[in-house]
């Protein structure tokens, strides 16, 4: 017997097992299951990559493509705190204090550092307080953060050469690499963080320094109102091109626009305008509706709407939801409903369950019989047509449903959660953990990758987790996640989750 046949053997076992534990307490013994899901992941990582960036989790290989810092131990590190992973938690900090920031083979990429690294270290500082995440969380940003900022108009740079072997006598510490393209995604999605960073040390410096790039991008023209092209150039602070979209190199600079105002305690107006009007020019140019009245998210270049999306864009039904309840919209609300439909559908529709990287569509407005035969019955059947078919392990459309169910409250949202759980069980699982895959439309084949992106034990396993676990654990009332899942405790608290779970 292979073994992808034993593991599915195993997590029916064990799903038969829990059920039968399950008591009077309402405890969902599906979050126990999740939870052996990240020890499984965690186990194969620690064996065989521990102190490596990344997992190869098929060859057992390993991958340094974040610095060589252990990428895995700062972004699961809050995940294995809120699982009450004692041991695990022991040994992530004595990994994270020997890190000497200036050891790296190549340049930093700011934004990845920023949420992943930084991101981690503050999210485990609120979460356990002990003195040496937020020692290590000082060091990365006055070594790697604040150094992309050393630039003649004060923006980040893309990348920071931080090795003590690229420095130079005008340089002590870190400095910007070169390079002039920066993405809207990376720099304008610092500010959470360094928000945070700011709220715990008393020092305003870095708060004003993310906060100073979303001032500069206001006073920067768009075609249309709040949505920016995803290319800029870095010189003159000006978007290079006119390509608009809400997936990668775009997504979490919306994200933020919500999010750090919540995290300031709503002391600030620009940014939640900025995000009103980013939302009211999703719907009114990009909202696009099929026959069958799925309605999903396009594109924007030049003068013409591109009929193009993916699950990078799955986690807007999340934001929209958490805003329209923070500012008790109801036209925004339904928004985010039939977002969240479609994104969910996308998954189902596939012959794995799993959700494809992109896909594209014809809309109700366009004429059904001009286009060929296959991609008619595709639309009929899926609402849909693959265009990238590999899945990397992303939670974007989990994390939505973990909104979903908190907001809501309704047990739905957990059922669905669910379903996508499984299809990870049986697609992704390997001997040492979960692999990105190359084609969600082959259940027989689905082509594994042999990689373990470090988010998905940040993001995917955590938001699962979360929507089986008690609720009361990291509140949306208490807590503000920065775009990889890193929960920031709220000074003040708001009132957004459901006050009662079905």
């Not at 630039?151 to 870190?174: D, I």
């Not at 870095?234 to 006119?242: A, E, G, I, R, V």
């Not at 990870?424 to 689905?446: L, M």
Request: charged share 20%.
């Amino acid at each position: 017997m292979n073994s992808k046949k034993i593991l599915g053997l195993c997590t029916t076992a064990t799903l038969f097992l829990y059920s039968a534990l399950a008591g009077p307490l309402g405890v969902d013994p599906r979050a126990e299951i999740i939870k052996d899901a990240f020890k499984h992941a965690w186990r194969g990582y620690s064996i065989h990559a521990y102190g490596h960036d990344e997992l190869q989790p098929i060859t057992n290989g390993t991958t340094n493509s974040r610095n060589g810092w252990g990428a895995t131990i700062f972004d699961a590190l809050d995940t294995i705190i809120i699982m009450d992973l004692d041991a695990e938690y022991e040994k992530a900090l004595n990994h994270i204090k020997e890190i000497d920031w200036t050891i790296s083979h190549e340049p930093s990429k700011t934004f990845e550092t920023n949420i992943r690294y930084l991101g981690g270290l503050l999210s485990a500082y609120d979460l356990k307080q002990d003195s040496i995440l937020l020692d290590k969380a000082l060091e990365l940003a006055q070594s790697v953060i604040m150094p992309s900022f050393d630039t003649p108009n004060g923006m980040p740079s893309a990348y920071v050469n931080v090795s003590t072997k690229q420095l130079t006598s005008l340089h002590s510490s870190g400095y910007p690499a070169k390079g002039n393209d920066i993405i809207l995604a990376e720099f304008g999605s610092l500010q959470l963080e360094l928000v945070r960073l700011s709220q715990i040390t008393g020092d305003e410096q870095y708060a004003q320094a993310g906060i100073n790039i979303i001032n500069r991008i206001s006073e920067v023209p768009s075609r249309i109102p709040g949505l920016y092209p995803m290319i800029w150039n870095l010189n003159t602070f000006t978007p290079k091109n006119t390509y608009i979209t809400i997936s990668g190199g775009s997504d979490s600079y919306y994200e933020y626009l919500l999010k750090t105002n919540i995290l300031m305690e709503g002391n600030e107006e620009l940014q939640l305008d900025m995000w009103r009007t980013s939302v009211a020019s999703m719907q009114k140019y990009l909202r696009s509706e099929t026959h069958n009245g799925t309605v999903y998210l396009a594109e924007f270049s030049d003068n013409f709407k591109i009929l193009q999306t993916g699950e990078l864009v799955c986690f807007m039904p999340g934001n929209l939801l958490l805003g329209a309840r923070y500012l008790n919209d109801a036209f925004i609300e339904k928004f985010a409903n039939e977002l969240m439909d479609s994104c969910y559908d996308a998954w189902v529709n596939t012959p794995t369950g799993l959700a494809p990287e992109t896909w594209s569509w014809i809309d109700k407005g366009q004429n059904m019989s001009s286009y060929p035969a296959i991609m008619q019955t595709l639309m009929v059947q899926n609402g849909f047509m693959v265009q990238d078919a590999g899945y990397d392990l992303r939670p974007e459309t989990i994390e939505s449903l973990f909104y979903f169910y908190r907001i809501t409250g309704d047990p739905l949202y957990q059922d669905k959660a669910w379903n996508l759980f499984l299809a990870i069980e049986k697609h992704c699982k390997t001997p040492s953990g979960y692999t990105r895959i190359a084609n969600v439309t082959n259940a027989i084949d689905v082509e594994p990758l042999n990689f373990e992106e470090s988010y998905f034990f940040a993001e995917t396993l955590k938001y699962l987790y979360l929507i089986f676990a008690d609720p009361h654990l990291i509140s949306l009332d208490e807590y503000v996640f920065n775009t990889e899942a890193h929960p920031f405790k709220l000074n003040t608290p708001i009132k957004v989750q459901a006050t009662s779970f079905n």
